[in-house]
């Protein structure tokens, strides 16, 4: 029986999608829930997964092609039995060591690559379903350091588990030159790109900065982060969750900085929900904690945990990343000592973590070493006086200097 495969029903504020990448081709054999297409929108990638058994009977969109909200992209023959490779794949060349007959496990698009790049397929290790070699898997394994990335490979191709950071091919391939590649930006790249424009455009940016204390936080973590991961069935308890809760606190003695603007209005929110900017292989994403003034420490590093897992397996939803009253962007964990970030619109404040650092300190009088972070609030002046913007942050600074505060909500 043949069934229409169908791009998902995209919310309101998503008008369309690219076809990001055909994991099976037409003839290729599926199995149930097997994922068969990612749609990349401007906020997420949405995967498609097979009804039921089946063959991917015929492609209506192919990778590149803009769908939009239930538009269909494919046919499917549900019941129906095909190969593990396309009706019309091309023969492999018998000259090819990368396609011989002792590698048949691999999907059409995997043989492919290894054809067009001469690779040794027992090289390159397999992640699919029964050993299966899918195509991330040979673009990642040529764009491991010891290898080069040849430029025909497609940026679409990129792993989606890759590391947190953004993923770059490389173009360190010896003896050909001064190598360029011009590669398409991801609709989730062009988006936030727009975004980010837009906040400098429009708002009235300032950015004022402090300096805490993290020693206080980190004697607290190291003597109870065993009991605590014993307790909370293996949640560790990391330096975020204090930052969110002593965000929490700050934002509700100054509910400025939890506003939005719309319009020539201002929304005060008597709630907050935390957005945490997370890296991953696709672009700047920002999934949001929500009404974190009813959360634990354990419930924060938790929710935390969990949204940068979906983020690096490309598992992040649109529901996930929706609203959210204010922002933390934490460029510690790359190292960086000190910057001025964006805020997120609507939202008229952000908060940036660093790096923790050794500084030598003057403490009443005498000189002494301490770990010190430095804090960055960047904030929409049109909305918050530069006041309550340095109280602020004061007040997160206070709290995290004396962490008992924010247990005992003093």
């Known amino acids: ?17 690219t076809i990001a990448t055909w994991h099976k081709q037409p003839g290729e054999q599926v199995a149930r829930d097997e994922l068969i297409v990612d749609i990349e929108t401007d906020k997420v990638v949405l995967e498609v997964v097979a009804p039921n058994d089946g063959v991917v009977e015929s492609i209506v969109k192919g990778e590149g092609e803009v769908v939009l909200s239930g538009e269909v992209i494919g046919v499917f023959a ?12 091309p023969a492999p060349a018998a000259s090819s060591e990368a396609v011989s007959a002792e590698t048949p496990n691999a999907s059409p698009a995997a043989r492919k690559l290894i054809e067009e790049n001469n690779l040794d397929a027992s090289a390159v290790p397999a992640t699919g379903k029964g050993g299966l070699i899918t195509k991330e898997d040979v673009v990642s394994y040529m764009g491991a350091p010891s290898k080069s990335v040849p430029a025909s490979v497609p940026q679409t191709e990129t792993k989606k588990a890759a590391a947190v950071a953004p993923s770059m091919p490389s173009l360190d391939i010896p003896g050909q030159g001064r190598i360029e590649k011009r590669v398409p930006m991801t609709r989730l790249r062009a988006s936030v790109a727009r975004r980010l424009v837009s906040a400098q455009q429009d708002a009235a940016l300032l950015t004022t900065f ?5 020693k206080p936080v980190m004697d607290l973590r190291n003597q109870y982060k065993d009991l605590f991961e014993k307790k909370h069935n293996g949640t560790r308890l990391g330096f975020m969750s204090f930052f969110v809760k002593a965000a929490v ?60 897992l979906k983020a690096r397996d490309g598992k992040l939803g649109i529901e996930d990343m929706t609203g959210g009253t204010f922002t933390i962007s934490n460029g510690g964990v790359f190292g960086s000592l000190l910057s001025t970030p964006i805020i997120n619109p609507p939202q008229t404040a952000i908060l940036g973590m660093h790096k923790i650092q050794e500084r030598p300190m003057a403490v009443n009088g005498e000189v002494v070493i301490l770990p010190m972070m430095y804090l960055a609030l960047s904030y929409d002046h049109r909305m918050i006086d530069g006041k309550e913007a340095v109280q602020f942050l004061v007040t997160i600074k206070e709290l995290l200097e004396d962490p008992a505060r924010i247990i005992l909500d003093v």
Not at 210 to 214: A, H, I, K, S
């Open 1 to 17: 029986m043949a069934i229409e495969i169908k791009a998902p029903t995209f919310p309101e504020s998503v008008a369309d999608g």
């Open 78 to 89: 549900e019941g129906a039995t095909g190969s593990a490779a396309p009706a019309d794949a």
């Open 210 to 214: 402090n300096e805490v204390n993290m």
């Open 249 to 308: 606190e700050a934002l509700k003695r100054f509910p400025a900085v939890n506003a939005s603007i719309d319009g020539s209005d201002i929304v005060y929110h008597g709630y907050q929900d935390i957005g945490v900017a997370v890296s991953s292989d696709r672009g700047l994403v920002v999934p949001v904690l929500r009404d974190v003034d009813g959360m634990g420490l354990a419930d924060i590093e938790a929710g935390i945990r969990n949204y940068g």
